[in-house]
């Protein structure tokens, strides 16, 4: 089944320590995407990715890097700049531009 | 900046009810709107797109309607039942590629 996989689903760091999400998609979807999502805020968006080798801040890009090196993956790190890291972390992708978003089931860091 | 509400923010009605989720947004240049279901502790599950052209979406018992003018959608479940209940969240593209979401409704159909 194509699909979307984040690993590991759960992650605990100590604070000052950079972290790396995996994200990765056998859907063949050019664009990719990382999303923040904290209790009451919704979801607040990274980066993302339209082409490999390409890749564009969101909103909240301070204190996060990310690389995009083949299609098909699409990892972040959270850096030890990253002051409030704890949160659930959602990636995604979508084919073409105008197509749905498909989401993986997300990684819940904490950091302490 | 785009900014997404919805409304409201939670829901209880018992099994068989139809019901509405509110959802608007500050910018009317959109390319298109999203609907999407979040099962607690999981990723979002897309329901519907609605592109700017289109008025509306349908996929069996929900339908979706877009109103870019006023800056407003509408989601719409029919004969509502227990297994609907989840959070529903709206998002909007003024790109075609990243979205800019609400933060959601909590709907609770209760048996």
């Known amino acids: 089944d194509g699909g979307i996989t984040q690993s590991p689903k759960y992650l605990f760091r100590k604070e000052g320590q950079n972290v790396t999400l995996s994200c990765e998609q056998n859907?063949?979807?050019?664009?990719m995407y990382w999303y923040r999502q904290d209790p009451g805020q919704g979801l607040r968006l990274i980066y993302y990715s339209q082409i490999v080798n390409d890749f564009q801040k969101g909103d909240i890009a301070e204190g996060y890097s990310v690389s995009r090196e083949k299609k098909e993956s699409f990892p972040l790190t959270v850096t030890s700049a990253q002051k409030n890291p704890t949160a659930f972390y959602l990636c995604a992708s979508s084919s073409v531009r105008d197509s749905p978003l498909h989401f993986g089931n997300g990684t819940r860091l904490t950091v302490t | 900046k785009q900014e997404v509400t919805q409304i409201p923010a939670a829901l209880s009605v018992p099994e068989g009810e139809n019901l509405v989720l509110n959802c608007s947004f500050t910018?009317?240049?959109?390319?298109?709107l999203q609907w999407f279901r979040q099962d607690p502790g999981k990723g979002l599950t897309s329901l519907l797109l609605i592109q700017s052209s289109q008025r509306e979406q349908t996929s069996g018992r929900l339908n979706a309607s877009l109103d870019k003018s006023s800056g407003r959608s509408t989601l719409y479940i029919a004969a509502s039942q227990p297994g609907d209940s989840a959070t529903y969240l709206c998002?909007?593209?003024?790109?075609?590629?990243?979205?800019?979401f609400g933060k959601g409704t909590s709907l609770l159909v209760t048996p």
């Open positions: 910018d009317s240049a959109i390319y298109n």
């Open positions: 859907l063949n979807h050019d664009a």
């Open positions: 998002a909007v593209s003024n790109s075609g590629y990243a979205l800019n």
